[in-house]
């Protein structure tokens, strides 16, 4: 309950702040936050991995998930944002996950003295920057969506609330109805307690988060009519299945490492990783809609 309330709180007064006070920059409060979500990230995940003796290497990790995250927010920050912006302003982190990886192997030229982990190690720096970066960025430009229209702020705020809002109303439904309902096993070798009740509760309550945000919510900021309820509906199902993968691709990832928690920094929570990896893997679904048109201005 503490660590639930130590995440809700500020995380809804920043959303405040980002929507009413952002002098014209949408995403401005947000930024820093989710920079630093990913600094912690990353830093479970080369914990997990230092616990099988696998090194990666860590600056360049940080420092590569802080150019993906840079690059992801560049019209935050950019002096004449966004008159002057490349248009395709996402194409900088493809540029930035390919600095990474340069900074990776230079990382790992430094420090080699044998043969028989280099690969490894820079496959890992990799993967630990494309995971927790790469996935993240595309909640930062969720924030950014339909920036270029008159009401650009408030549909930037409408697409993130969503994907927050469907996954962790998803992860709540499944919870609650997989511990009152739950008879058939989901994955029992990754997540023992998660079943396929659990799952099915998850997705409807994914629905009703959906119906929240965009019949509820979102008239309040804009008068553009809501979503017809079957793109709703689709809208949320995938974005649910799409978070209870990353739940799961967490789950495996500790498992592999022997580890229950990626951390123990959130009271009654666990780790960062624990709160967010249903989010990394929805958020590129939850994108993807709103980039095709399924959701958004009507």
Request: proline share 5%; charged share 15%.
């Amino acid at each position: 309950m503490i660590g639930a309330v130590a995440i809700i709180v500020p995380v809804v007064l920043l959303c405040w702040l980002d929507y009413s006070w952002n002098f014209d920059r949408p995403g401005i409060w947000l930024l820093p936050l989710a920079i630093l979500i990913a600094i912690a990230a990353s830093e479970e995940v080369l914990g997990l991995l230092r616990a099988k003796q696998l090194r990666p290497a860590g600056w360049a990790c940080h420092v590569g998930t802080l150019l993906v995250m840079g690059s992801a927010g560049l019209s935050i920050f950019w002096p004449f944002a966004p008159a002057t912006l490349p248009a395709d302003s996402s194409k900088w982190i493809l540029f930035a996950l390919a600095a990474s990886m340069v900074l990776s192997m230079i990382s790992e030229m430094r420090r080699y003295e044998k043969p028989g982990w280099a690969i490894v190690h820079v496959g890992l720096t990799i993967f630990t920057i494309a995971y927790v970066g790469g996935l993240m960025s595309f909640v930062l430009r969720l924030r950014l969506m339909h920036s270029d229209l008159p009401d650009g702020n408030a549909w930037g705020m409408i697409a993130l609330l969503s994907m927050i809002v469907v996954t962790k109303t998803s992860d709540a439904g499944a919870y609650f109805t997989g511990r009152f309902m739950g008879r058939t096993k989901l994955a029992p070798n990754l997540s023992p307690g998660k079943t396929v009740e659990g799952a099915i509760g998850g997705l409807i309550a994914a629905m009703f988060g959906a119906w929240i945000v965009f019949a509820v919510v979102a008239p309040q900021l804009t008068t553009s009519e809501p979503p017809a309820f079957w793109r709703l509906c689709l809208y949320a199902v995938c974005v649910a299945i799409a978070g209870m993968i990353g739940d799961l691709a967490e789950s495996l990832f500790k498992r592999d490492m022997e580890s229950k928690d990626s951390s123990t920094w959130l009271i009654g929570l666990g780790g960062v990783l624990d709160v967010m990896d249903s989010i990394l893997v929805a958020a590129p679904m939850a994108l993807f809609f709103w980039e095709i048109g399924l959701v958004g201005p009507r």
